[in-house]
């Protein structure tokens, strides 16, 4: 494997934990977050700042996740007051906020980023085996949960929120719940992302990077875990493989968007879950 | 019998609308009473105002001697109240099946580190199995909700109730939207669950069976309680029969 394709694959597996957090919160829990890339960039700039300050690699990772998993909390918070479009005004008013806050501060240096952060030590290919291992932790937690009783209850705040807590679930607690998972996930990535890069500059986490997520999570199907996780490797290989793509990524990623809430708004997952069913029932007349 | 629930000085505004004035009346321990009015009189007000999805200006519902009109609605349901919705509100996203097996496992759901950790539905789904067998509907328990008729999304919202385990089942208007076998027939569902110790509280439009199955109705009228008493008493009250028979009298003449 070369340099190019170490170091594509370990973007794609920062991209699958970064999406997974995000699914977390939009998918599992009905909640819609436009501004998940602050969070990505809290963590990285906490990660950066304490690996620079000379901790470990694994003291800034986890310290980039627990700040962003703090901010995500009470972020989450304005989420008890406002639903649906008006959460995702606010939270995309958090990634606004993020980037402005963070370029007029000169001890995260501004404009100009953060560059020479420290080298993580393991060598690409060694880097490369920790993120592809933490990204099969991060997706394998998520299919936990969503087995698990909590993510029962969470397609129940999902789904309605009144009826859920007329069935004794205490949305507060899981919506907040979903925020802290999904936004603590999105600081590990961005820590990872810090070590990765070694240069920050606060566009890295700016409106674009927010939409590029939230379109992954949305084609490859909201709440699905392998769906999301597919959809974000194709997303992240796609302007890589067709260049002129990568001119025009944005545009591309929001005529995507509208084509998938268009035509199939359960994503990849649900269209593969309609064609199976289509066979089968096919199948089954034959 | 003794007091389950005393409901006291319940008013509830809408903008400059008062929907409820001054509501006081009381639920004893296992009977089955029934809430009627005609429509806009705020008996669905009043139900959401016991669980707690509207706010009222004023009220006190003490549940065992104990007041709950300033905790949240999930604290309320698991103090023991459950209610189903007039307008039905099954989880889309779900089978009827699982619609029901989330509310048997409220325990497990009650604290979410410990809902994270616990993932077998198996024994919630054989309990939702045999309530949706209650209720009539088990045939169909493995189907989405999504296209359901009236009729099987009003029985889900009873056997999603029951589900609940509640000492207080409050009904919205079960029985409409069925015809009259399948309402006589959850009717007596209804009544054989209060015959084993449930207390009902009831809102019904038809006549026929809430005078059937209630101990005791209680009508409200514009806001107002304008009786309290033994069904066959209530209905020969002059004002009931003003307020409510009367009306539709004169609607039936014109």
Redesign the interface.
Known sequence: MGIYEISLATMICINIILAVGLNMITGFCGQISLGHAAFYGIGAYCAAMVAKAGASLPVSLLMGLVMAGIVGVIVGLTSLRVREDFLAIVTMGVGFLFVGVVRQQEALGGELGISSIPSHGMGKLGFLALVLFLAALVTAFSLL?K????G??F??V???E??A???????T??KL?AFAMGTAMAGLAGGLYAYFARFIVPDDFGFIPSITVLCMVAVGGVGSVFGVVIATVILTLMPEFFRFISDYKLFVYGALLFAVMRFAPEGLAGSARSLVHAIQSKGGDG | MSDLMQISEVTVDFGGVRALSNVSFSVEQGEFLGLIGPNGAGKTTLLRAIIGTVTPQSARFMLFGRDIARLPTYRRARLGLAMTHQIVKPFHSMTILDNVALAAGHRRIANALWAMSSFSRSAERRRAMGLLESVGIADIADKSVVGQPMGVLKRLEVARALAMDPKLLLLDEPLAGLNHVEAARLADTVAGINREGMTVLMIEHNLGEILRVSHRLVVLDNGYKIADGHPVEVMQDQAVRTAYVGKEKKDAAS
């Open positions: 949960i087995r698990s009783w909590m029962f209850a397609d129940a999902a789904d309605d009144d009826t807590s007329i069935l004794s679930v205490d949305v607690a899981y719940a």
